[in-house]
């Protein structure tokens, strides 16, 4: 059964986009969240692109008290690594795929779509577009982890082992344990996947030399 096509914000820098970025929001949080990014990003040289922000749909969450909230997917234990809700997380992927095959039916070759995501979003990030049998341009993976890592070497696809990769972190984030991204970074760097990995002096958040980073990224990899 195809997946319910997420609500999301959308924004174009130029008519006629070729060039896509979706771009996933953390945990409680919506596609507002970084929407006032685009602006900052200053990529009016760059081919016109369309920014997808979808909203994650509203779930209990059982670290908060099973309160219902923006969620991709459920989280059960502080430490994040034990009792994952694989099940959630692989709703959540074909959610995010159904958003690249919209973009594709509007013209949009999935070669020319960025995958990002914050947090919870970073890890649907990586879990989707490792996955995803066509090449991506980027994926960018913001204070956040690689969700399931043991299955990721039977799951993974082929076309997206060249696949450039952000990956950047908080060095004070109280969140998702700097020590946890490492890790995650090391893993896919161990799989052959070629990682850039940047920290910053911030908690669990997007600070001014990472948009900046973020900005000089996109340039490299959405090329007319």
């Known amino acids: 059964m195809k997946p319910e096509l ?6 174009e820098t130029a008519p006629n986009p070729t060039h896509a970025v979706i771009w996933l929001h953390g945990l409680g949080a919506d596609g507002n969240d970084f929407v006032p990014v ?23 969450v059982t670290i908060n008290g099973g309160m219902a909230m923006r969620s991709w997917y459920d989280i059960r234990n502080a430490d994040l690594a034990q ?13 995010v795929r159904a958003l690249i095959h ?3 039916e509007r013209g949009i070759e999935t070669k020319n779509i960025v995958l990002a995501g914050f947090s919870q979003g ?11 049998p066509e090449k991506l341009a980027g994926l960018i993976a913001l204070s956040g982890y690689l969700p399931l ?20 972190h908080g060095l004070q984030d109280p969140v998702v344990p700097l020590q946890r991204a490492q890790e995650s970074s090391k893993l896919l760097q161990q799989l052959g996947y070629k990682v850039t990995w940047k920290t910053y002096p911030m908690p669990h958040s997007v600070c001014l030399e990472e948009i900046q980073d973020i900005s000089a990224f996109l340039k490299q990899v959405l090329q007319s």
Do not use: W, Y
Request: net charge negative.
């Open 38 to 60: 685009v602006p900052e990003l200053k990529l009016s040289n760059s081919p016109a692109i369309r920014f997808v922000f979808p909203h994650a749909p509203v779930q209990p």
């Open 149 to 168: 890592p043991s299955t990721l070497e039977a799951e993974r696809s082929a076309a997206n082992q060249s696949t450039p990769i952000f990956m950047a």
């Open 102 to 104: 919209r973009e594709n």
């Open 122 to 132: 970073c890890a649907m990030t990586l879990q989707t577009g490792l996955r995803h």
């Open 6 to 11: 997420l609500d999301a914000i959308e924004i």
């Open 83 to 95: 009792r994952e809700d694989a099940e959630g997380i692989r709703q959540s992927q074909d959610a």
